[in-house]
């Protein structure tokens, strides 16, 4: 069999027009992993409210992040790829769970080079079902539907994965040396309680008391809310951060349902008001820095520890493109191409 590999992103509108936006928003959030209530009245929310208002207070946000080549994220993603490229023979694309390149782009680019065997890498640190798992059925079915030939080896979430954690950590440190700040903020995208829940797999796990997910359990391997804690707890290892001075938070609610807490908005102004003057901020549940990362926590989170009285706010970089994390991806290809370790 010829061997091949996909990396797979969220993707981002294909501009800033808020025509653009509404298209995107409309794709991703009819999905039914990410708003998962039943059809109608997903279609009732996002159609009949969400769109009305959202397109253009999101447009508004990306024309505040967006770069000359376009989305952040698509950029980066792409910079990344060139840099695995140049470390394997295999090929290597990219595609977007929404947007474009489409994963059916992706896998018809890899089906032309005559790969019928694939590595599918999500790049998601930790398990989501609105992440991971919407990318791993999409494209189960399209391999079904249009390349019923091909393998596909599906990556697991690399949250804890020792040379994952070193690059993370190493690429924190190498920000926080030059830094004199009071407490480091480990801030992940939120996820509704409810999808915690629909993930576990034993059904008997997840209380979102804050004790489950300490608990040694099978649960885990699907339980985004411990994969979070567990990497900022790795990285602090690593790091050896000492206790009290760093913590973990949840980023990016939408609607009114709850969502995993403490909320990074409220934990930021808490600091400020607590009289800390010095945060720095980091955000692992993203490899690239995309409008969550650069708007609305370098933006917006920085303006509330500001108004909240703090002084300096400091947002460090997600991997992006970095030589040593596209050296750990093509490390991850390497040992899957020999077929003589586990990927993860
Ligand atoms: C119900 C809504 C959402 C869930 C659940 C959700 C989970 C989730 N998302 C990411 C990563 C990203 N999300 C991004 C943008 C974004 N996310 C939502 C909603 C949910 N996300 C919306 C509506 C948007 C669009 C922007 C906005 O209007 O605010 C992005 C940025 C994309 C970009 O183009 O830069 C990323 C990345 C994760 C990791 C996650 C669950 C773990
Ligand atoms: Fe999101
Ligand atoms: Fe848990």
Not at 130 to 137: D, G, K, S, W
Request: glycine share 6%; net charge negative; with cysteine.
């Amino acid at each position: 069999m010829s061997k091949g590999v996909l990396l797979v992103n969220l993707g981002s509108p294909k501009s800033t027009d808020p025509k653009d936006v509404k298209k995107y928003l409309g794709e991703f959030l009819m999905d039914e992993r990410v708003i998962d209530v039943p059809y109608a009245a997903r279609a009732l929310l996002v159609k009949g409210i969400i769109l009305n208002t959202r397109p253009k207070q999101s447009a508004k946000a990306y024309s505040k992040i967006w770069w000359e080549e376009g989305s952040p994220l698509i950029v980066l993603t792409e910079r990344l790829q060139k840099k695995v490229q140049a470390h394997t023979e295999l090929p290597v694309e990219i595609a977007m769970r929404y947007g474009t390149p489409s994963i059916k782009e992706g896998l018809q680019k890899l089906h032309d080079q005559g790969v019928d065997d694939v590595m599918l890498l999500p790049l998601y640190p930790q398990f989501a079902m609105a992440t991971t798992e919407t990318i791993l059925v999409l494209a189960e079915e399209l391999r079904a539907t249009h390349f019923p030939t091909m393998k596909i080896t599906d990556v697991p979430a690399f949250y804890r994965k020792d040379d994952y954690i070193k690059v993370l950590s190493e690429s924190i440190g190498e920000h926080l040396k030059e830094l004199d700040y009071e407490h480091l903020l480990f801030s992940y995208h939120g996820v509704p309680e409810r999808h915690i829940r629909k993930s576990d797999v034993t059904k008997l796990h997840c209380k979102i008391d804050g004790s489950c997910c300490s608990a040694a359990s099978k649960a885990h391997e699907f339980c985004y809310r411990h994969q979070c804690y567990e990497t900022t707890r790795k990285v602090g290892q690593y790091l050896n951060l000492e206790p009290g001075t760093f913590s973990t938070s949840f980023q990016s609610r939408l609607g009114f349902d709850p969502w995993l807490q403490p909320y990074t908005d409220r934990t930021i102004e808490r600091m400020g008001k607590e009289g800390f003057k010095k945060m720095a901020i980091v955000t692992p549940a993203f490899v690239s820095d995309c409008l969550e990362t650069l708007e609305e926590i370098a933006m917006e989170g920085e303006e509330i520890f500001h108004e909240a009285g703090g002084k300096e706010f400091t947002t460090i970089p997600c991997l992006n493109d970095r030589d040593d994390w596209a050296a750990v991806i093509a490390g991850w290809i390497a040992a899957w191409e020999e077929a003589k370790v586990e990927v993860v």
